[in-house]
């Protein structure tokens, strides 16, 4: 592929400054069972191009679903005269440094193909989880789902690049909801499509699967006659299901650079963070420490390359509670000023790569999950994320998890049903008091998060130990 598209770009009859080509081949499969009885079984495959044209100081895009010669000419010539008539009112001039040659390739880890199983087997044993689910009569709905990729890039340019990255990936999610007359409450495996991983069909064969389906139905009955979640300031203790909800929308958006240019505030909204705050902001405590970091094995957002060609290296966004640098390409580095990361990144071939998270991760300190406990005279740990809210600024946020827990003179007690909090995001991250060692962080991933216009849902990851924030107001469901 790396000669076809090389040589394309030698073809090309425009006086560019720099031309660059990422082609996307992606096979895709879904299948969804809901109370043991199969709803869909699908597989999708995709192919195309999209060609970059630097004019005069400005980017031109057009794509293409052909490999073919004739269509990667014709995509060419549009985004040249894109770019060309753009250059008249740019905001910025772009220059080659922002496309800088790179050769290298990427591979996912895998210890088994994605089609180590066929359909019927995969969807035999989605069966056996519903049915696993259901451990009670008051449980009146299971569902169970499986989602595969593989997907293959190759990015080369008129200056000499040549990438070629495959990434293989597995999403799975399984969930009960119970009822007893009007209540009703539901519980699933670590939230809302949580568990989505880079590798192969063994992540579908995790040594505890049968145990943690047999908890979560049982889960989903418990919480019928659990106590609402009293209203009141106190410890909140987060599991790390919900830490990537956390870090996912207060600190992963806000520090996205083109939302700090005001390039989102149409779609996506801003950012109640400042181009000068990078460098002197007190984010949180000094216990706070996220990194952006796309070399993790097998985390959701992982890759060598972002998709302009940048090589991933692990960064310091927010070190010892003081933000060091935000997510934004070499283009918003650029035009802002500010210390980025290799973050362009695109959903698919169609569309252009814009700045987007990609794993986040809240790095570990020194304590156990019972030692936290074990220090707390009175609090709440929750878990899942259930609902979410947070202002265009994110700054304002109120969030809301499935399952919940008491915290009483050191041991977890009462279960409590319907837990929420909510803060501001400064004085949130500011009251962190703990934070688990690597015994107890976890990563998750979602494949939803959504941005841009038109929109693109792109993977991100985010790996997290458990966390103690101080003083923290939870509420009930009835408040």
């Known amino acids: 592929m790396w000669s076809e598209l090389t040589k394309a770009i030698a073809s090309f009859d425009i006086p560019a400054d720099w031309i660059g080509i990422r082609a996307v081949k992606e096979t895709s499969t879904n299948r969804n069972v809901r109370d043991s009885l199969p709803q869909s079984n699908g597989k999708s495959f995709t192919v195309g191009a999209m060609l970059e044209v630097l004019v005069n100081g400005c980017l031109g895009y ?66 056996r989880v519903c049915q696993k689910l259901k451990v009670d009569d008051k449980i009146v709905q299971t569902t169970a789902s499986a989602s595969t990729t593989e997907r293959e890039s190759w990015f080369v340019s008129s200056n000499g690049s040549e990438v070629y990255q495959k990434v293989l990936s597995l999403g799975t999610h399984y969930g009960a909801t119970a009822q007893n007359g009007a209540s009703v ?18 992540l579908l064969k ?40 956390q870090i996912h929308e207060s600190v992963g958006h806000p520090l996205e650079i083109d939302r700090i240019l005001g390039d989102e505030r149409n779609y996506a909204g801003g950012s109640f963070v400042n181009k000068s705050d990078f460098g002197n902001l007190v984010y949180g405590s000094s216990l706070m420490n996220i990194t952006f ?35 934004g390409s ?56 259930r609902s979410w809210s947070i202002d265009d600024r994110r700054y304002k946020f109120q969030f809301g998890c499935e ?9 977890l007690t009462k279960t409590l049903r319907n837990p929420n909090y909510r803060a501001t995001t400064p004085e949130f991250w500011r009251s ?48």
């Open 185 to 202: 409450q539901q519980r699933t495996n670590n939230g809302w499509q949580a568990n989505c991983y880079q590798g192969g069909l063994e």
């Open 432 to 479: 962190l008091i703990q934070v688990g060692d690597a015994s107890n962080w976890q990563m998750y991933g979602t494949a939803y998060c959504g941005k841009g216009e038109p929109n693109q849902a792109i993977w991100v990851g985010h790996g997290s130990p458990i966390c103690v924030f101080a003083n923290v107001e939870v509420f009930g469901g009835g408040s």
């Open 206 to 245: 995790q040594e505890d699967l049968w145990h943690r389906v047999q908890q979560v139905g049982e889960q989903a009955l418990e919480l019928l006659t659990a106590e609402e979640c009293p209203t009141m300031p106190t410890n909140l203790v987060l599991a790390p299901d919900q830490m990537m909800l």
């Open 62 to 127: 057009a794509a293409t679903n052909s490999l073919e010669l004739p269509s990667l000419q014709a995509a060419a010539q549009t985004a040249y005269k894109q770019a060309l008539a753009a250059s008249e009112w740019w905001i910025h001039p772009f220059r080659q440094s922002e496309r800088p040659k790179v050769v290298g390739e990427y591979h996912s880890p895998f210890l088994e193909p994605l089609d180590a199983l066929s359909p019927g087997e995969i969807n035999d044993l989605l069966v």
């Open 403 to 411: 399952y919940a827990k008491l915290i009483e003179n050191g041991k």
């Open 293 to 327: 970091d796309p070399t993790v094995d097998g985390e959701f957002a992982s890759y060598g390359f972002d998709d302009t060609g940048v090589v991933a290296t692990r960064e310091y966004l927010i070190k010892e509670g003081v933000l060091q640098r935000g997510l």
């Open 330 to 385: 070499l283009e918003s580095q650029a035009r802002a000023g500010i210390p980025g990361v290799a973050c362009a990144r695109a959903s698919s071939w169609n569309r252009p790569a814009i700045d987007r998270m990609a794993n986040l991760n809240l790095e570990p300190g020194n304590a156990s999950f019972n030692e936290i406990i074990a220090g707390i005279e009175h609090g709440i740990y929750m878990e899942s994320n």
